[in-house]
């Protein structure tokens, strides 16, 4: 950790923990009180800073956040400082998908975010829509193939299924993976955020990815905002967005994942 850090935080002790691949994590202490700390290169103050904003939002629509503190850079580092939350192993995964029904249920007012942000390293854009295929064919899907073939990767797909879905904007978590949910003793907690207002079943999309959620928590979901036909087609677009950043984030290893996807796609249409 840079010494200027230590200093402009009055950090009194650190200890590195398990934060995720992109930034440095510690258990700190400052002026006696225990915090989370995540720190990346200056570059990143707006990545952290957007993050806040995005922690902020979801608080505000009834989810539980690890409260944001502070962020900013300092000497050649830039920081975000959060409420430390002591996670458990296991929770009620009914209650989390029931608090996420009654948060997407709040009607935002047009599709979109008043940032941009990130999803994961990778910038994310936003501004404002009042057409939901178009948003998310054009803010999206597009940046990542176009990410993507400059990375030698070339893939295209023609699918048009969200044409004549018109679903109303709900504040999306954006990046909700098992790696982003968690348990405290009081209840379910969400984290790392990729805020934005979109079809909610984007989020339900990526809850299904990389090992998925248990089944309690889609079953109490459907139970307090019961999914709309179509679901089952739409999710792998939505889901397609997060797989070409991962193929463009970290390499071919995923390329099978997103070949596949765009097949199964294609079959949808035909």
């Given at each position: 950790?840079?010494?200027?850090?230590?200093?402009?935080?009055?950090?009194?002790?650190?200890?590195?923990?398990?934060?995720?691949?992109?930034?440095?994590?510690?258990?700190?202490?400052?002026?006696?009180?225990?915090?989370?700390?995540?720190?990346?290169?200056?570059?990143?103050?707006?990545?952290?800073?957007?993050?806040?904003?995005?922690?902020?939002?979801?608080?505000?629509?009834?989810?539980?956040?690890?409260?944001?503190?502070?962020?900013?850079?300092?000497?050649?580092?830039?920081?975000?400082?959060?409420?430390?939350?002591?996670?458990?192993?296991?929770?009620?995964?009914?209650?989390?998908?029931?608090?996420?029904?009654?948060?997407?249920?709040?009607?935002?007012?047009?599709?979109?975010?008043?940032?941009?942000?990130?999803?994961?390293?990778?910038?994310?854009?936003?501004?404002?829509?009042?057409?939901?295929?178009?948003?998310?064919?054009?803010?999206?899907?597009?940046?990542?193939?176009?990410?993507?073939?400059?990375?030698?990767?070339?893939?295209?797909?023609d699918a048009e299924i969200l044409q004549d879905h018109r679903p109303q904007p709900s504040l999306l978590h954006?990046?909700?993976?098992?790696?982003?949910?968690?348990?405290?003793?009081?209840?379910?907690?969400?984290?790392?955020?990729?805020?934005?207002?979109?079809?909610?079943?984007?989020?339900?999309?990526?809850?299904?990815?990389?090992?998925?959620?248990?089944?309690?928590?889609?079953?109490?979901?459907?139970?307090?905002?019961?999914?709309?036909?179509?679901?089952?087609?739409?999710?792998?677009?939505?889901?397609?967005?997060?797989?070409?950043?991962?193929?463009?984030?970290?390499?071919?290893?995923?390329?099978?994942?997103?070949?596949?996807?765009?097949?199964?796609?294609?079959?949808?249409?035909?």
């Amino acid at each position: 950790m840079d010494v200027a850090l230590r200093k402009r935080l009055r950090i009194e002790s650190a200890q590195p923990v398990d934060g995720g691949c992109i930034h440095e994590c510690y258990k700190v202490s400052i002026d006696g009180r225990a915090f989370f700390l995540k720190t990346n290169l200056a570059s990143q103050a707006d990545n952290f800073a957007a993050e806040a904003d995005g922690l902020i939002a979801l608080r505000n629509a009834g989810l539980r956040v690890p409260g944001p503190v502070a962020h900013g850079a300092a000497g050649q580092q830039a920081y975000l400082i959060l409420e430390l939350l002591e996670l458990k192993p296991k929770g009620d995964w009914a209650a989390l998908g029931r608090t996420l029904a009654k948060a997407h249920r709040r009607p935002g007012p047009r599709f979109g975010w008043s940032r941009d942000n990130y999803i994961g390293a990778t910038p994310q854009r936003n501004g404002w829509s009042d057409d939901w295929a178009e948003f998310w064919r054009e803010k999206r899907l597009r940046p990542q193939f176009e990410l993507a073939r400059r990375n030698g990767f070339d893939l295209r797909v023609d699918a048009e299924i969200l044409q004549d879905h018109r679903p109303q904007p709900s504040l999306l978590h954006g990046d909700l993976w098992s790696g982003n949910a968690g348990f405290t003793q009081e209840g379910p907690v969400v984290f790392d955020p990729a805020v934005y207002y979109g079809d909610r079943e984007a989020d339900l999309a990526m809850t299904e990815l990389f090992g998925g959620f248990p089944r309690e928590f889609y079953e109490a979901y459907e139970e307090t905002y019961p999914l709309e036909p179509g679901y089952q087609v739409r999710k792998h677009l939505y889901n397609l967005y997060h797989l070409l950043n991962h193929l463009n984030l970290f390499g071919a290893g995923y390329l099978s994942q997103v070949k596949e996807t765009l097949g199964l796609l294609r079959r949808s249409c035909s």
